[in-house]
């Protein structure tokens, strides 16, 4: 195997060393032995997760007649759906206004604003449950509109991220590009749309699958705010795991992890991985 | 120049491949101590390569290096004697220029006052003497070079390898730090290994300049034979101004040759060519190699030269393009054949420039000594 | 970069910054200032609660069963962050090193787990630790072997296998935590080292330093605003971590965050979870504020 193939190396390339290949080797085998197992264990002719006894693809067809799953995997989509949506909007424009303007207070509204990276997710969490119960946000909605407080929270948590992309985006912006459009004849607002917009593009992209990817990955702010019936996929799992998994979950879980795969190979497509690297 | 024979430096049959591409192809050369050495390309060439495999930074793919009669092949940069000075200096930006310049001998394990000693006599030679706490970031771009020089020097290394030395400077600073280096080099008597893509860089300051083109050395000579006598087509195209035509060799004799270009007509020379040849060879003239008269004038100073028989080493043009450098006039003159002749002409008075000017019909001579044949 | 003063051009500042001024303030300061109020609020009656102004909660919060936890979750995420350090540095510095054709493919290696939903992979995890799990059974064939090696070597065989409990105590706290947050250490140390002047670490071998020296000397205090970063990216969300010690830990492995959660959702009492709370938060901001020291005496440095 070339990998393990030992040749003289130029000082620099620390990765033809044999040890630091075995020692990646072993990192990526902890991060994806796991994952690997629960996959194989979707396809596993048994009610546990414990020994193989054979192929069977009966628990995709189980978890496709789950309407509990369906439930709760409809209502992630939902949320992250509106979640990256009006976070990419609130983020980008935060991040226009912190970048172009000077006010009163910049310094503290931009601190204010990074603060829901900060701050604990159960610490944030816990203040919507006692904002929501505050002002008696209605349960028992019609779904989608049961999803609001959720969605709500999600919003709150993933704009900063935007903000951080696009704003990380703006700061590399060569104001004499806009300078030109207009020197060309193009107005304020069109030198906005043609000049700007497809510079922070890239950032949008980035912001979107991040915001979509964290609000799909919540759990714990979605476990204080959720009220019955509006479990997300991550609550669902959680509730399993504390009282016991059913093989079609395993199924399920396959399939975000092959979803997850998908859309990051579309970002590395868009990105590049250096670049989507850089936005972390 | 203290500059005896003993190569410091040994290359023997040096090839490196980077997957398909082979960047340094089975290059053999000496390097003298106390030689000022000029590994001379474009960029791509593999010359930055080459200095790399020198200091231990590349691994050659074939071949090996000896240093001071010793092979290199095992030996890890850290425990080579030569040291570096790097394109971008890689001064450590978190430590001041003193601690930079005695990190080398910290790891060696010179005692402090040695230590202190030493730096500031490096500092002094560079002429950085009182900048020991400076932080790099509070430096230009030119005192940087000098700390990076410092400290590198300072390790007293058999050989220093400069990589573009000068190439992130401005022009005036260039021309200054090119006799710096050159005089720098006497002072400590180190062998200087620089790589550059400047043919005056090179032409200034070495002592022997190779020519490395597409990974392979194109010629290895002195500055001025380099220019006087290149060996190839690539070298006198590389290193400063040529007209090159392409011709048949219709006389070789010891004393004189003659080389019959379509474009131009023939070309006499006073020496015969050396070396195996068939087919086309190309003779070459510098611009500043051929002398302009008005119209009709230059045939009879040929004749009157009388160092080529009738007929030789004479053209005639219309001036197509000049531009006035102040020093010289550099002109582009249309043959007959159509082919362009740049001709370089000194202004020996202020009213010279005016002599000729565009779309004039001139005639041009060029002495028998002038020319060279290249066979390559 | 020149700004604009926002009196010059109203409009377009009034465009952009009314919708984000205003969710903050009503969907962030406004939750969190309800939980600052009930810090100091005291439980009447099922469901209200009184601003009453007491410390109660905060001195509650510092007994020493609290405070024990405290600083056993300021432990474990140091613990976390250290291991995912030295597991991850390694990592990095190939990442930065290997050649430009394998250079996405372990970025990506690196990104994809990040990208996972932390459930499943948490879950996953546990299907792996568990009693009859593979982790299990690659520890008994270890023992056997051993035992076999033993018996080679005409010594006792060692005991039967005992499954080791590798669940449900801190152990699995410290695994599943370092499990989780390895990337974000990862990725952050990479973009530091590949901005990384590489010919400084030449330089550093051509003046005679081996490569532990270099490490030391010149990549560590060069990259280490990266390490910083990723320092706190681990440290930060280590602290506050509810999922991983709840599914995975055992009676004796709650971290802070599992005990406001009880306040909030078994124990009934908001008041004093959300004195923890704001506890938890001034923790954080303490370690910002620690970073943001230490970056002035070094601000030359870059």
Not at chain 2, 27 to 37: K, P
Request: glycine share 8%; aromatic share 10%.
């Amino acid at each position: 195997m070339a990998f393990f193939k030992r040749t003289a190396h130029a000082p620099l390339e620390y990765s033809k060393s044999l040890w630091m290949r075995g020692w990646v080797a072993l990192v990526m085998l902890f991060l994806y032995i796991p994952l690997f197992v629960l996959m194989a264990f979707s396809f596993n002719d048994s009610k546990r997760n414990v020994v193989w006894r054979g192929f069977t693809t009966k628990y995709y067809g189980i978890a496709w007649e789950n309407a509990q799953l369906w439930d709760a995997m409809m209502n992630s989509l939902t949320i992250a759906f509106f979640a990256t949506i009006f976070s990419l909007i609130i983020g980008s424009m935060a991040a226009v206004m912190l970048w172009r303007f000077r006010f009163p207070f910049k310094s503290a509204v931009d601190g204010t604003m990074s603060l829901p990276i900060i701050v604990p997710e159960i610490c944030l969490g816990v203040a919507f449950l006692v904002f929501f119960s505050w002002i008696g946000w209605p349960s028992g909605l019609v779904w989608p509109i049961n999803l609001g407080a959720i969605i709500i929270a999600h919003i709150t948590f993933c704009f900063p991220f935007v903000t951080m992309v696009v704003r990380a985006r703006l700061a590399s912006f060569n104001r004499e590009q806009e300078e030109a459009a207009k020197d060309l004849g193009a107005s304020e607002w069109q030198a906005f749309r043609d000049v700007l917009v497809p510079h922070i593009k890239p950032a949008l992209v980035s912001g979107a699958l991040l915001a979509f990817t964290l609000s799909l990955d919540d759990f714990v702010i979605t476990f204080f705010t959720s009220t019955p019936g509006t479990d997300t996929f991550p609550v669902l799992v959680y509730s399993l795991v504390k009282r016991g998994v059913t093989p079609d979950v395993n199924a399920a879980s396959t399939i975000l992890i092959l979803l997850t795969v998908l859309l990051t190979a579309v970002a590395l497509k868009l990105q590049g991985a250096k670049a989507l690297a850089d936005t972390h | 120049m203290t500059q005896n024979s003993d190569p410091i430096i040994q290359i023997r049959g040096v090839t490196k491949n980077y997957g398909k591409v082979t960047a340094v192809d089975n290059v053999s050369l000496d390097i003298r101590a106390g030689e000022f050495f000029v590994l001379l390309g474009p960029s791509g060439c593999g010359k930055t390569t080459l200095l790399r495999m020198i200091a231990g930074f590349e691994v050659p793919t074939e071949g090996q290096i000896w240093i001071d009669g010793q092979d290199m092949s095992r030996v890890p940069p850290n425990k080579r004697p030569v040291n570096m000075v790097f394109q971008s200096y890689a001064v450590f930006p978190h430590m001041s220029v003193a601690d930079n310049v005695a990190y080398g001998m910290k790891i060696a394990g010179v005692d402090r006052a040695e230590r202190e000693e030493r730096v500031r006599a490096a500092l002094d030679l560079v002429k950085l003497g009182g900048f020991d706490a400076r932080m790099p970031d509070q430096m230009s771009g030119g005192q940087r070079q000098r700390v990076a020089l410092a400290r590198s020097l300072v390790m007293r290394p058999k050989v220093l390898l400069l990589d573009e030395p000068l190439s992130a400077l401005d022009a005036k600073l260039r021309a200054q730090m090119q006799f710096e280096l050159s005089d720098l080099q006497d002072q400590v008597g180190i062998t200087f290994v620089t790589v550059t893509h400047d043919q005056d860089e090179a032409l200034s300051m070495a002592s022997r300049v190779a020519v490395i083109n597409k990974g392979e050395v194109s010629q290895l000579a002195t500055p001025s034979d380099l220019y006087e006598y290149p060996a190839n087509r690539f070298v006198a195209d590389f290193v400063g101004s040529v007209n090159i035509f392409e011709g048949k060799l219709t006389v070789d004799e010891k004393d004189k040759a003659v080389v019959d270009c379509p474009q131009i007509g023939k070309i006499y020379m006073d020496h015969g060519v050396t070396g195996p040849h068939e087919g086309a060879v190309w003779a070459a003239i510098r611009p500043e190699k051929i002398t302009l008269h008005k119209p009709g004038l230059g045939k009879a100073v040929a004749a009157a030269a009388k160092d080529a028989p009738e007929g030789h080493n004479f053209a005639r043009g219309t001036i197509k393009g000049m531009s006035y450098l102040g020093d010289i006039t550099l002109f582009e003159i249309a043959l007959e054949s159509g082919a362009i002749m740049r001709v370089s002409r000194p202004n020996l008075s202020r009213t010279d420039q005016e002599d000729f000017t565009w779309d004039d019909k001139v005639s041009m001579h060029w002495n028998s000594a002038s020319p060279v044949v290249l066979l390559g | 970069m020149a700004e604009q003063d926002w009196k010059q051009q109203k409009r377009p500042f009034a465009a952009v910054s009314t919708l984000p001024l205003l969710w903050t303030l009503l969907f962030f300061l406004l939750p969190m200032g309800f939980v600052w109020f009930y810090s100091f609020g005291r439980n009447a009656g099922l469901t209200e609660i009184d601003i009453v102004g007491t410390l109660d909660n905060y001195k509650r919060a510092t007994e020493w069963l609290y405070l024990g936890i405290f600083l056993k979750s300021l432990a474990v995420a140091a613990l976390v962050t250290l291991i995912c350090l030295i597991v991850g540095f390694p990592v990095a510095m190939a990442i930065t090193f290997v050649s430009e054709k394998w250079r996405p493919w372990l970025l990506l290696g690196i990104m994809l787990p990040f990208w996972t939903n932390l459930l499943i992979r948490t879950y996953a995890l546990m299907i792996v630790l568990g009693q009859q799990g593979y982790a299990n059974q690659g520890l008994e064939a270890l023992w056997s072997g051993a035992s076999w090696l033993k018996t080679l070597i005409g010594l006792q065989p060692l005991s039967t296998w005992e499954p080791a409990p590798l669940l449900y105590n801190n152990f699995a706290v410290v695994l599943g935590l370092v499990y989780v947050h390895l990337p974000f250490m990862v990725l952050p140390l990479y973009s530091a080292l590949d901005r990384l002047d590489k010919s400084l670490i030449e330089a550093s071998l051509d003046l005679g330093a081996g490569h532990f020296r270099t490490l030391m000397k010149i990549i560590v205090p060069l990259a280490a605003p990266g390490i910083i970063a990723g320092v706190m990216i681990t440290l930060i969300p280590a602290l506050g971590a509810y999922l991983t010690p709840d599914l995975m830990g055992g009676t004796d492995s709650q971290m802070i965050a599992n005990v406001i959660e009880r306040q909030f959702k078994r124990a009934n009492d908001w008041p004093f979870g959300a004195a923890l709370s704001f506890l938890l938060i001034y923790a954080m901001f303490i370690l910002i504020a620690m970073q943001g020291l230490r970056k002035k005496p070094g601000g030359d440095a870059r």
